[in-house]
Protein backbone atom coordinates (compact mmCIF):
# COMPACT_ATOMS: atom_id res chain seq x y z
CA UNK A 1 0.00 0.00 0.00
CA UNK A 2 1.31 3.31 -0.84
CA UNK A 3 0.95 6.35 1.07
CA UNK A 4 -0.98 8.65 -1.07
CA UNK A 5 -2.92 5.36 -1.57
CA UNK A 6 -3.47 5.69 2.30
CA UNK A 7 -4.35 9.30 2.53
CA UNK A 8 -8.56 9.92 3.22
CA UNK A 9 -10.53 10.73 -0.05
CA UNK A 10 -13.17 12.00 1.16
CA UNK A 11 -13.72 15.44 3.66
CA UNK A 12 -14.25 15.18 7.16
CA UNK A 13 -17.40 15.63 8.32
CA UNK A 14 -19.25 18.90 10.13
CA UNK A 15 -21.28 18.72 12.84
CA UNK A 16 -23.68 21.71 13.90
CA UNK A 17 -23.48 21.74 18.06
CA UNK A 18 -26.50 22.99 19.25
CA UNK A 19 -25.26 24.99 22.69
CA UNK A 20 -27.46 27.43 25.25
CA UNK A 21 -24.70 29.04 25.65
CA UNK A 22 -23.66 29.56 22.15
CA UNK A 23 -27.45 30.01 20.86
CA UNK A 24 -27.58 33.33 23.82
CA UNK A 25 -24.01 34.50 22.59
CA UNK A 26 -25.40 34.04 18.62
CA UNK A 27 -22.12 32.22 17.60
CA UNK A 28 -22.62 29.23 15.39
CA UNK A 29 -20.61 26.65 16.62
CA UNK A 30 -19.33 23.42 14.21
CA UNK A 31 -17.43 20.21 14.93
CA UNK A 32 -14.93 19.20 12.43
CA UNK A 33 -15.19 15.61 13.00
CA UNK A 34 -11.53 15.10 11.75
CA UNK A 35 -12.00 11.49 13.85
CA UNK A 36 -13.57 9.79 11.25
CA UNK A 37 -11.38 11.00 8.23
CA UNK A 38 -9.12 7.81 8.87
CA UNK A 39 -9.91 3.99 10.17
CA UNK A 40 -6.66 3.54 11.73
CA UNK A 41 -5.21 7.05 12.02
CA UNK A 42 -7.48 9.22 13.34
CA UNK A 43 -7.51 13.48 13.16
CA UNK A 44 -3.86 15.14 13.53
CA UNK A 45 -2.12 11.80 13.65
CA UNK A 46 -2.03 11.18 9.90
CA UNK A 47 -2.25 14.88 8.74
CA UNK A 48 1.40 14.91 11.43
CA UNK A 49 2.44 11.57 9.63
CA UNK A 50 1.82 11.94 6.15
CA UNK A 51 4.64 14.06 4.59
CA UNK A 52 6.97 12.17 7.37
CA UNK A 53 6.01 8.90 5.91
CA UNK A 54 6.74 10.15 2.13
CA UNK A 55 10.29 11.80 3.00
CA UNK A 56 11.19 8.66 4.93
CA UNK A 57 10.47 6.53 2.04
CA UNK A 58 12.07 9.13 -0.44
CA UNK A 59 15.34 8.64 1.82
CA UNK A 60 15.15 4.91 1.69
CA UNK A 61 14.18 4.32 5.33
CA UNK A 62 12.78 0.77 6.39
CA UNK A 63 12.51 1.82 9.88
CA UNK A 64 10.53 4.46 11.98
CA UNK A 65 11.71 4.91 15.43
CA UNK A 66 9.72 7.58 17.47
CA UNK A 67 9.22 8.62 21.66
CA UNK A 68 5.94 8.62 23.55
CA UNK A 69 4.81 8.46 26.83
CA UNK A 70 2.96 4.75 27.89
CA UNK A 71 -0.06 5.37 26.86
CA UNK A 72 0.63 8.00 23.58
CA UNK A 73 -1.48 8.27 21.05
CA UNK A 74 1.21 8.92 18.93
CA UNK A 75 3.08 5.59 19.80
CA UNK A 76 -0.41 3.78 18.60
CA UNK A 77 -0.19 5.99 15.07
CA UNK A 78 3.09 5.35 14.50
CA UNK A 79 2.81 1.61 14.95
CA UNK A 80 -0.31 0.96 12.58
CA UNK A 81 1.32 3.40 9.99
CA UNK A 82 3.91 1.10 10.02
CA UNK A 83 2.34 -1.66 9.48
CA UNK A 84 0.20 0.03 6.48
CA UNK A 85 3.19 1.16 4.78
CA UNK A 86 5.50 -1.81 5.63
CA UNK A 87 7.60 -0.06 7.78
CA UNK A 88 9.46 -1.49 10.59
CA UNK A 89 8.56 0.45 13.83
CA UNK A 90 10.57 1.50 17.41
CA UNK A 91 9.07 3.11 20.33
CA UNK A 92 11.21 4.46 22.51
CA UNK A 93 8.68 4.29 25.69
CA UNK A 94 9.37 6.84 28.58
CA UNK A 95 9.72 5.10 31.74
CA UNK A 96 10.50 1.79 33.46
CA UNK A 97 9.06 -1.38 31.88
CA UNK A 98 5.53 -3.16 32.97
CA UNK A 99 3.71 -6.82 32.32
CA UNK A 100 1.28 -6.90 31.38
CA UNK A 101 1.62 -3.80 28.82
CA UNK A 102 -1.47 -1.25 29.39
CA UNK A 103 -3.75 -1.44 26.13
CA UNK A 104 -1.85 1.38 24.26
CA UNK A 105 1.55 -0.45 23.93
CA UNK A 106 -0.43 -3.94 23.87
CA UNK A 107 -2.24 -2.69 20.30
CA UNK A 108 1.40 -1.32 19.28
CA UNK A 109 3.73 -4.39 19.88
CA UNK A 110 0.43 -5.93 17.87
CA UNK A 111 1.28 -3.58 15.19
CA UNK A 112 4.42 -5.40 14.49
CA UNK A 113 5.96 -2.03 17.08
CA UNK A 114 9.18 -2.94 19.03
CA UNK A 115 9.51 -1.51 22.59
CA UNK A 116 12.69 0.26 24.40
CA UNK A 117 11.82 1.97 27.86
CA UNK A 118 14.51 4.79 28.82
CA UNK A 119 14.21 6.29 32.46
CA UNK A 120 13.10 9.87 32.20
CA UNK A 121 16.33 11.23 32.69
CA UNK A 122 17.45 9.64 28.94
CA UNK A 123 14.51 10.42 27.67
CA UNK A 124 14.99 14.08 28.00
CA UNK A 125 17.56 13.92 25.98
CA UNK A 126 15.53 12.66 22.87
CA UNK A 127 16.66 16.25 21.17
CA UNK A 128 20.00 15.71 21.86
CA UNK A 129 21.83 14.92 18.24
CA UNK A 130 24.79 13.10 20.10
CA UNK A 131 22.07 11.04 21.72
CA UNK A 132 19.82 10.41 18.79
CA UNK A 133 22.90 9.02 17.36
CA UNK A 134 23.82 6.38 19.98
CA UNK A 135 20.60 5.13 19.56
CA UNK A 136 20.77 5.32 16.02
CA UNK A 137 23.90 2.73 16.90
CA UNK A 138 21.69 0.11 19.09
CA UNK A 139 18.85 -0.28 17.01
CA UNK A 140 20.15 0.19 13.28
CA UNK A 141 19.15 3.09 11.04
CA UNK A 142 15.73 4.47 11.05
CA UNK A 143 13.89 7.88 10.08
CA UNK A 144 13.35 9.20 13.51
CA UNK A 145 10.24 11.02 14.32
CA UNK A 146 9.75 13.26 17.29
CA UNK A 147 7.93 13.04 20.42
CA UNK A 148 4.28 13.44 19.47
CA UNK A 149 5.24 13.90 15.40
CA UNK A 150 5.95 17.45 15.38
CA UNK A 151 8.30 18.37 13.27
CA UNK A 152 8.52 20.63 10.20
CA UNK A 153 6.71 18.24 7.80
CA UNK A 154 4.25 17.94 10.38
CA UNK A 155 2.62 21.31 9.33
CA UNK A 156 1.49 20.98 5.71
CA UNK A 157 -0.30 18.05 6.67
CA UNK A 158 -2.02 19.83 9.07
CA UNK A 159 -1.97 23.02 7.20
CA UNK A 160 -4.46 20.79 4.74
CA UNK A 161 -7.42 20.86 7.29
CA UNK A 162 -7.78 24.74 6.53
CA UNK A 163 -8.11 24.01 3.02
CA UNK A 164 -10.89 21.51 3.23
CA UNK A 165 -12.66 23.15 6.14
CA UNK A 166 -13.02 25.97 3.93
CA UNK A 167 -14.30 23.82 1.37
CA UNK A 168 -17.22 22.63 3.52
CA UNK A 169 -18.02 26.49 4.96
CA UNK A 170 -17.10 30.07 5.52
CA UNK A 171 -16.09 30.28 9.56
CA UNK A 172 -14.11 32.76 11.60
CA UNK A 173 -12.09 30.96 13.74
CA UNK A 174 -11.11 27.35 14.59
CA UNK A 175 -10.30 25.70 17.71
CA UNK A 176 -7.70 22.85 18.48
CA UNK A 177 -6.28 21.14 21.30
CA UNK A 178 -2.32 21.67 22.31
CA UNK A 179 0.15 18.66 23.28
CA UNK A 180 3.48 19.35 21.43
CA UNK A 181 2.21 22.16 19.13
CA UNK A 182 2.51 21.35 15.94
CA UNK A 183 -1.22 20.64 15.12
CA UNK A 184 -2.13 24.51 15.80
CA UNK A 185 1.21 25.80 13.88
CA UNK A 186 -0.29 23.84 10.94
CA UNK A 187 -2.96 25.25 11.21
CA UNK A 188 -1.98 28.92 11.87
CA UNK A 189 0.52 28.22 8.25
CA UNK A 190 -2.82 26.90 6.54
CA UNK A 191 -4.59 30.09 7.76
CA UNK A 192 -1.61 32.04 6.68
CA UNK A 193 -2.84 35.52 8.73
CA UNK A 194 -6.11 35.22 7.45
CA UNK A 195 -9.19 34.22 10.36
CA UNK A 196 -7.93 33.38 14.02
CA UNK A 197 -7.17 30.55 15.86
CA UNK A 198 -7.18 29.45 19.87
CA UNK A 199 -5.01 26.80 20.78
CA UNK A 200 -6.43 24.67 24.09
CA UNK A 201 -3.16 23.14 26.04
CA UNK A 202 -3.94 19.76 27.41
CA UNK A 203 -0.97 20.52 30.22
CA UNK A 204 0.16 21.96 33.05
CA UNK A 205 2.11 25.07 32.69
CA UNK A 206 1.39 25.00 28.73
CA UNK A 207 2.64 28.42 28.31
CA UNK A 208 5.69 27.32 26.64
CA UNK A 209 4.16 26.27 23.88
CA UNK A 210 3.71 30.08 22.38
CA UNK A 211 7.88 29.83 21.92
CA UNK A 212 7.43 26.10 20.02
CA UNK A 213 5.03 27.07 17.97
CA UNK A 214 6.62 30.27 16.79
CA UNK A 215 9.08 28.26 16.18
CA UNK A 216 7.99 25.94 14.23
CA UNK A 217 6.00 28.41 11.79
CA UNK A 218 9.14 30.11 11.41
CA UNK A 219 11.07 27.12 9.73
CA UNK A 220 11.95 26.94 6.10
CA UNK A 221 11.18 30.43 5.47
CA UNK A 222 8.01 30.68 7.08
CA UNK A 223 7.19 34.05 9.95
CA UNK A 224 5.32 34.17 13.19
CA UNK A 225 1.71 34.79 13.01
CA UNK A 226 -0.73 37.42 15.89
CA UNK A 227 -3.58 35.80 14.38
CA UNK A 228 -4.20 33.10 17.37
CA UNK A 229 -3.98 32.99 21.26
CA UNK A 230 -3.25 29.93 23.58
CA UNK A 231 -5.59 29.19 26.07
CA UNK A 232 -4.01 27.94 29.52
CA UNK A 233 -6.89 27.57 32.10
CA UNK A 234 -8.36 24.35 30.87
CA UNK A 235 -5.73 21.59 32.04
CA UNK A 236 -7.90 20.65 34.73
CA UNK A 237 -5.06 19.79 36.64
CA UNK A 238 -2.45 18.71 33.93
CA UNK A 239 -1.69 16.30 31.41
CA UNK A 240 -3.94 12.55 31.67
CA UNK A 241 -5.04 13.54 35.46
CA UNK A 242 -8.29 12.05 36.67
CA UNK A 243 -10.91 15.22 36.97
CA UNK A 244 -14.59 14.28 37.70
CA UNK A 245 -15.54 17.81 36.17
CA UNK A 246 -14.22 16.99 33.50
CA UNK A 247 -15.41 13.31 33.05
CA UNK A 248 -18.93 14.80 33.91
CA UNK A 249 -18.68 17.22 31.08
CA UNK A 250 -17.47 14.73 28.35
CA UNK A 251 -20.57 12.10 29.35
CA UNK A 252 -23.18 15.42 29.31
CA UNK A 253 -21.59 16.37 25.88
CA UNK A 254 -22.01 12.92 24.35
CA UNK A 255 -25.52 12.44 25.50
CA UNK A 256 -26.57 15.67 23.92
CA UNK A 257 -25.01 15.13 20.76
CA UNK A 258 -23.55 11.51 20.45
CA UNK A 259 -20.01 12.21 20.43
CA UNK A 260 -17.56 11.03 22.15
CA UNK A 261 -14.74 13.28 23.38
CA UNK A 262 -11.38 12.11 25.06
CA UNK A 263 -10.19 13.17 28.26
CA UNK A 264 -6.55 14.54 27.19
CA UNK A 265 -7.33 16.50 24.52
CA UNK A 266 -10.77 17.28 23.15
CA UNK A 267 -12.60 16.99 25.92
CA UNK A 268 -10.32 19.96 27.53
CA UNK A 269 -11.16 21.80 23.94
CA UNK A 270 -14.90 21.74 24.20
CA UNK A 271 -14.66 22.59 27.73
CA UNK A 272 -12.79 25.69 26.66
CA UNK A 273 -14.36 26.89 24.09
CA UNK A 274 -17.95 26.35 25.46
CA UNK A 275 -16.39 28.57 28.55
CA UNK A 276 -14.88 31.11 25.93
CA UNK A 277 -18.03 31.53 24.19
CA UNK A 278 -19.87 32.31 27.55
CA UNK A 279 -16.91 35.12 28.30
CA UNK A 280 -18.09 36.56 24.68
CA UNK A 281 -14.56 35.58 23.76
CA UNK A 282 -16.03 35.69 19.83
CA UNK A 283 -18.28 38.26 18.48
CA UNK A 284 -22.02 37.97 17.98
CA UNK A 285 -22.41 36.06 14.80
CA UNK A 286 -18.93 34.65 14.05
CA UNK A 287 -18.86 30.91 13.37
CA UNK A 288 -16.66 29.20 15.40
CA UNK A 289 -15.16 25.61 14.40
CA UNK A 290 -13.97 23.03 16.98
CA UNK A 291 -11.53 20.23 15.95
CA UNK A 292 -11.81 16.73 17.15
CA UNK A 293 -8.59 15.39 16.56
CA UNK A 294 -9.67 11.73 17.81
CA UNK A 295 -7.33 10.15 20.38
CA UNK A 296 -10.27 7.68 21.65
CA UNK A 297 -7.92 5.32 21.63
CA UNK A 298 -6.53 6.69 24.91
CA UNK A 299 -9.72 5.83 26.98
CA UNK A 300 -8.59 1.88 27.20
CA UNK A 301 -5.60 3.21 29.20
CA UNK A 302 -7.07 5.86 31.14
CA UNK A 303 -9.47 3.30 32.52
CA UNK A 304 -7.01 0.93 33.10
CA UNK A 305 -5.21 3.33 35.29
CA UNK A 306 -8.77 5.15 36.90
CA UNK A 307 -11.66 2.78 36.81
CA UNK A 308 -12.13 2.24 40.10
CA UNK A 309 -12.73 6.34 40.89
CA UNK A 310 -15.33 6.94 38.50
CA UNK A 311 -19.28 5.50 37.89
CA UNK A 312 -19.21 6.46 34.30
CA UNK A 313 -17.25 5.39 31.54
CA UNK A 314 -17.86 5.70 28.13
CA UNK A 315 -19.07 2.75 25.86
CA UNK A 316 -15.94 2.74 23.24
CA UNK A 317 -14.25 1.11 21.87
Known sequence: MTDEQDTPQSLPLLQELVEPVATRHGVRLLLLRDDLTHPELPGNKWRKLKYNLQAARQQGHDTLLTFGGAFSNHLAAVAAAGRRHGFRTIGLVRGEETRPLNPTLARATADGMTLRYLDRTAYRRQPEPAFLAELLTRTGPAYVLPEGGTNALALPGCAELITELAALTDFDAVGVACGTGGTLAGLLTGLNGQR??????????????TNEINTLTQADGGRIYDNWSLQTDYHFGGYAKFSPE??????????????????????????????????????????????HTGGLQGWAGFRQRFGARSPWWPTWP
Open 246 to 291: LLTFIHAFQTRHNVLLDPIYTGKLLFGILDLIGQSHFRRGSTVVAV
Open 196 to 209: TAIGVAALKNGGFL
